[in-house]
């Protein structure tokens, strides 16, 4: 079987840096990669003051709740939350902070250089590294990990949680430039089906992240955007068959752009889509099912929660239905081998924003 994924993006093997020496593209980063690889630290707001986009944002789906942190700058505000979801019975707890000119905000200049956090009255935010061997979130200190993962600890009004994203030996992830012109422009690295593990408090009721039930996410994102914009973006992790699976798809913002985020990870090994993909699903419902399809991909995603978010804050506005359902379909690898798979969790979005 002939593989069908389009004209193929280049594939970036080597640290290179995000930008010039003029501050713009620089065009040797556009391109794919299958770990983080590229040196972000010129977006930094002291060039183009106002376009410059940086964030972490973690989602952690459990047998029982739905957990997710940003911390984020957009130069002139800090964009931070903290939301908890209850599967059970759908209670939805949500704390959101805007901070002018992002004052105590810490994100690292590049992915893996050092921690990010958020800290206002309310809320706290910590994302942390940790190598292979030291403290697991949600265990005491002194009790290892027998791998490198990423400690997210959070506290708000009434929730608080500490949760480890292991990364397995081998396991790849998406980081993608997608270039607008030389002057706008996104890195984003997803990195889906990370094995997930920890604590989370309700009311100081304590539940179980457990492991190999919960999976993680990560969406890092460093760039310079437009003003408008619309995206989808769809992520989904689990097990099906003995397989991991991890699901990374994209859309309406990378049109024209030469560039996908589309790909999924099978048993750890990232395997690129370098096409555009037909995303179908009803604006008016959108609890009703979805079809992602492709040459190579095709899914239906059936969701069960819709996080609808309006924020009109005069000049930052964004539109955002993140539903959160169950992925089933296939996939097919670029020697041609299909895999089949079914009730893989995750969510789906449709976003426009101005900002």
Not at 204 to 228: F, T
Not at 258 to 282: C, M, P
Not at 342 to 348: L, M
Request: hydrophobic residues 35%.
């Amino acid at each position: 079987m002939t593989p069908t994924n389009g004209n193929a993006e280049r594939e970036i093997t080597t640290p290179t840096p995000l930008i010039d020496e003029r501050g713009r593209l620089n065009r040797d980063a556009v391109g794919w990669m299958r770990r983080p690889l590229l040196d972000t630290s010129g977006i930094n707001g002291r060039r183009s003051w106002g376009r410059n986009k940086r964030w972490e944002y973690w989602c952690v789906m459990t047998p029982t709740h739905i957990i997710a942190a940003t911390v984020s700058s957009i130069d002139y505000a800090g964009v931070h939350e903290v939301w908890v979801f209850d599967r059970e019975t759908q209670e939805s707890i949500g704390h959101g902070a805007t901070v002018p000119l992002a004052r105590d905000t810490v994100l690292p200049r590049s992915l893996g250089d050092g921690p990010a956090s958020a800290s206002t009255r309310d809320m706290s935010i910590e994302i942390v590294d940790t190598e292979a061997g030291g403290a697991a979130g949600g265990l005491p200190e002194g009790r290892g990990m027998d791998a490198a993962g990423t400690r997210l600890r959070a506290r708000a009004p009434r929730v608080r949680f500490d949760v480890t994203a292991t990364v397995p030996p081998g396991h790849e992830c998406l980081g993608v430039v997608v270039p607008w012109s030389d002057t706008r422009f996104q890195y984003t690295v997803k990195d889906v089906a990370r094995p997930a593990s920890g604590t989370l408090c309700i009311d100081d009721v304590e539940y179980d992240v457990p492991a190999g039930r919960s999976w993680a996410v990560l969406d890092h994102g460093r760039g310079r955007w437009p003003y408008d914009v619309r995206w989808n973006w769809g992520a989904g992790s689990g097990e099906c068959d003995g397989h991991t699976i991890g699901i990374q798809i994209g859309g309406q913002w990378t049109v024209g752009s030469g560039s996908t985020e589309n790909a999924f990870v099978l048993d750890g090994k990232l395997h690129k889509i370098s096409q555009e993909l037909r995303w179908q699903y009803d604006t008016q419902n959108y609890l009703e099912p979805w079809r992602i399809t492709g040459d190579d991909i095709d899914l239906t995603f059936e969701p069960f929660y819709d996080k609808g978010t309006r924020t009109n804050l005069g000049v930052l506005q964004s539109h955002t239905d993140q539903c959160f359902g169950t992925y089933s379909g296939w996939f097919r690898d670029a020697d041609g081998a299909a895999t089949e798979f079914r009730g893989i969790e995750g969510w789906a979005e449709d976003v426009h924003n101005r900002w």
